[in-house]
């Protein structure tokens, strides 16, 4: 079992810049693939950004050049800096380890951008 627990969400203006954590049990975390997606109201839950176990990393293209993901295997913790952020980054953030064939997701921790 892997336990995920978000945090760092809130309430940002446009141009704003948040950062969320994700603490994740578990002895080998240096082992998963983790990864951020998000849900906005009334839309498909979707990938932000991944991080493989070799630190290689992938984004969705709505948020290339303005989020960094990355991970703290000493931490056993994955960030992802969001930067420039604008309303339709809204949404409820979720971490995700991939274990071998499973997924295992966080609660997850709601980002609002407005003014």
């Known amino acids: 079992q892997v336990q995920l627990v978000e945090s760092g969400g809130g309430l940002v203006q446009p141009g704003g810049s948040l950062r969320l954590s994700c603490a994740a049990s578990?002895?080998?975390?240096?082992?998963?693939?983790m990864a951020w997606y998000r849900q906005a109201p009334g839309k498909q839950r979707e990938l932000v950004a991944r991080?493989?176990?070799?630190?290689?990393?992938n984004y969705a293209d709505s948020v290339k050049g303005r989020f960094t993901i990355s991970r703290d295997n000493a931490k056993k913790t994955v960030y992802l800096q969001m930067s420039s952020l604008k309303p339709e980054d809204t949404a409820v953030y979720y971490c995700?380890?991939?274990?071998?064939?499973?997924?295992?997701w966080g609660q997850g921790t709601q980002v609002t951008v407005s003014s």
């Open positions: 995700n380890a991939a274990v071998g064939v499973k997924d295992y």
């Open positions: 578990g002895s080998f975390f240096a082992r998963y693939a």
């Open positions: 991080v493989t176990s070799s630190s290689s990393s």
